[in-house]
Structures are given as structure tokens and as C-alpha cells.
């Protein structure tokens, strides 16, 4: 994409001052030229407010003070970002979008022992170390993923509790320490690598959600969402709302990531995280469309009707450490004035 800064700076700020759509052509052109080397300057821009994981692709959030951060997503002992996931009979990955009682189900996990509960439901627990057996693969959006099974005791409780059937679903578990995904052909025009893929994750293994983003996004609604609505591992206070769209690399605490690409958010998006059911009136989906669509015509044809809230991370050094209240930081161009230097 050739175009000079200042064209993109002049078309940014009037589009985005009309407030009918969101462009991201000043975040696709600096992204796109940046080395993949860290930059040595850095603005901060707010603290970690809340630290996520899932440890089951589409059910329940575990919230966490202290997380170790891997190529792999957020982890804690046994403790790992959507490192299992419900499939059904054919090998299919299923997710809240088809149901979304899926939320209902809350895990916890203690040493090696994942344990399940849900409305109605005895609780069930598994030992994660005593998950054996034969690999095989799975499909994760037609990408063949390794997974193992968690046996029959797990799919009966899933099945019962989602299906009202003996059968149907099939809990599998990531038994690897590294992504071995290929990106999906969608996201191969962004800044992912093979390595933020992780195990089940639909995209990229963080997600970051501005809480100044989603308060500005309930002014525009009639019943209010929170950010555990978009399902995202770092949660941050203290920046402008809609500041994350142009971060090229973001900092929590001393672990360096860049942003990939922007999420994209669809139907899930309206599944009440406490209810388990969809909001009669698609929201907050259909305001988010309202005002939140990308329309350059070169980004468009990547990401469709599908509106923006929040970004997708890629870790860039090596393992660290977060905590709830770190400070984040974003990178600064190498050619502008120091403004804020993290002590």
C-alpha cells in the first residue's frame, strides 16, 4: 500500500471524526514497514486491570493476579488458555456461537486437576497428567490440530449438560507445549508468525480489550456489556477509547508483544456470559456494526461486515511474567520525541 503519512493522517482523523466507521490505514501502514525488532522507547498508556484464561475453548474464564506468558497463551501449572476444547462426533470443533450454554460450564484448575461445573450438573474433575492414549487430529476452521481424547466420563457430563444426550460432544486436550498451526488463510495477509497461533484459540493466543473501548460502546446501548463479553486475556484501564487501534507494540510489565492483527468480533459477542443466551436483539453486535466497521478498501475485503473491538497479540521475547496492575506501555517510532520513559 503506497500512501503518504499525512494522506493517512488527514483521512483517519476525518473518518473517524464522523464517527460512522473505524479505519485503521495509519496501524496497517506503520505495522506493515516496522522491524520486527522491539523498539527502545516506550509511552505508557495504562495498567493491567484484569488477566483472563480460558482454560476450555468457549466455556467459562478463569481470572488470575499472576500469569506466565508463552507462545503457547497464558499459563499457570496446568493452568493454560484454551489448551482443551469440546469437539463433536465428527471431529469438529464446536463453540458458543452454536451454543451458547457452553459459558454455563465453569472450570477450575487445581495442581494437575481440571474440574467442570455447571447449573444442574455434579461437578466433574479430571487429571490433566493422566490424559493418555493415541493422538489424533482435529478440525479447528478446516486446520487439522493434534488433540487427545479425555475419555468417556467427560463427554458423557458435556453431552448431558449440552445436548440433554448420552452422546454428542467429546472433550480433547493440547498435550504440546508449542503452536503447530498453520495461520488460517484469512489472517495470512496480517503480522501473524507460526508461533501465535496457539493450541485451539480462533485466532492468536492474546487478545487485549480496552475497558475506555467498551464503556464508549455502552453509551450506545441500551443494556450494558463488560469486557468478559469479548472473551479477552489482558484487560486495560487508563487509555483513550479506541487508543489500542493504532498500537503497533504493546508492553505489559517488562513482556514485549505486537499487535497482528485486529479482532474481529461475531455472534459470540451476544451470548450473555452469565445466562448463556443470546441477546434477542443481537447487541451489542449490531451497534459495534454500526460504527466499528473497517471500510478502506484495501483491509475491507479481510475481515468483511465484521466489526473491530480490541486486538490480537503476538508474544515477542521470551517467556515472562504479568500481574495485575502492571503498567502497559506501546512502543514508540524511533524518529518521535521521548514522551514517557518506563522507569
Same mark, same amino acid.
Given at each position: 500500500m503506497i500512501m503518504d503519512r499525512t494522506r493517512l493522517t488527514y483521512v483517519s482523523a476525518a473518518v473517524v471524526g464522523a464517527g460512522t466507521v473505524v479505519v485503521f490505514l495509519w496501524w496497517w501502514w506503520w505495522s506493515k514497514r516496522q522491524k520486527e525488532k522491539p523498539p527502545s522507547r516506550w509511552r505508557k498508556v495504562g495498567e493491567l486491570s484484569d488477566l483472563v484464561v480460558y482454560p476450555v475453548k468457549s466455556l467459562g474464564p478463569v481470572r488470575m493476579n499472576t500469569m506466565e506468558c508463552t507462545k503457547l497463551g497464558l499459563k499457570s501449572g496446568w493452568l493454560r488458555?484454551?489448551?482443551?476444547? &469440546?469437539?463433536?462426533?465428527? =471431529?469438529?470443533?464446536?463453540?458458543?456461537?452454536?451454543?451458547?450454554?457452553?459459558?454455563? &460450564? /465453569?472450570?477450575?484448575? @487445581?495442581?494437575? /486437576?481440571?474440574?467442570? !461445573?455447571?447449573?444442574?450438573?455434579? @461437578?466433574? !474433575?479430571?487429571?490433566? @497428567?493422566?490424559?493418555? =492414549?493415541?493422538?489424533?487430529?482435529?478440525? &479447528? %476452521?478446516?486446520?487439522?490440530?493434534?488433540?487427545?481424547?479425555?475419555?468417556?466420563?467427560?463427554?458423557? %457430563?458435556?453431552?448431558?449438560?449440552?445436548?440433554?444426550?448420552?452422546?454428542?460432544?467429546?472433550? &480433547?486436550?493440547?498435550?504440546?507445549?508449542?503452536?503447530?498451526?498453520?495461520?488460517?488463510? !484469512?489472517?495470512?495477509? %496480517?503480522?501473524?508468525?507460526?508461533d501465535d497461533t496457539g493450541a485451539y484459540p480462533d485466532a492468536t493466543s492474546y487478545c487485549l480489550i480496552n475497558e475506555a473501548s467498551v464503556t464508549d460502546l455502552n453509551t450506545r446501548l441500551e443494556k450494558p456489556v463488560n469486557p468478559e463479553q469479548f472473551r479477552p486475556n489482558f484487560v486495560i484501564k487508563g487509555a483513550s477509547a479506541y487508543e489500542e487501534d493504532t498500537w503497533g507494540w504493546v508492553k505489559i510489565g517488562d513482556v514485549i508483544f505486537k499487535t497482528v492483527m485486529p479482532c474481529t468480533r461475531c455472534i459470540f459477542t451476544t451470548v450473555d456470559p452469565e445466562t448463556g443466551t443470546k441477546n434477542p436483539k443481537a447487541e451489542p453486535l449490531k451497534t459495534l456494526k454500526s460504527y466499528r466497521q473497517i471500510m478502506d478498501p484495501i483491509i475491507r475485503p479481510l475481515v468483511g461486515e465484521s466489526p473491530v473491538l480490541g486486538i490480537h497479540l503476538g508474544l515477542r521475547n521470551s517467556d515472562g511474567i504479568v500481574r495485575v496492575g502492571d503498567p502497559v506501555y506501546v512502543g514508540l517510532p524511533e524518529e518521535q520525541p521521548l514522551l514517557i520513559s518506563p522507569p
Open positions: 488458555d484454551r489448551t482443551l476444547m &469440546v469437539i463433536d462426533l465428527n =471431529g469438529h470443533f464446536v463453540t458458543g456461537r452454536q451454543n451458547p450454554k457452553m459459558v454455563q &460450564v /465453569i472450570p477450575k484448575v @487445581s495442581g494437575t /486437576i481440571l474440574t467442570l !461445573s455447571a447449573p444442574g450438573m455434579i @461437578s466433574l !474433575s479430571i487429571d490433566l @497428567s493422566r490424559i493418555q =492414549g493415541k493422538g489424533f487430529r482435529v478440525a &479447528v %476452521w478446516g486446520q487439522p490440530v493434534f488433540t487427545r481424547d479425555c475419555g468417556e466420563e467427560a463427554a458423557r %457430563w458435556l453431552s448431558r449438560f449440552l445436548l440433554q444426550e448420552d452422546t454428542g460432544f467429546r472433550l &480433547v486436550y493440547y498435550p504440546l507445549d508449542y503452536p503447530t498451526r498453520e495461520i488460517r488463510k !484469512s489472517n495470512r495477509q %496480517w503480522l501473524l508468525t507460526p
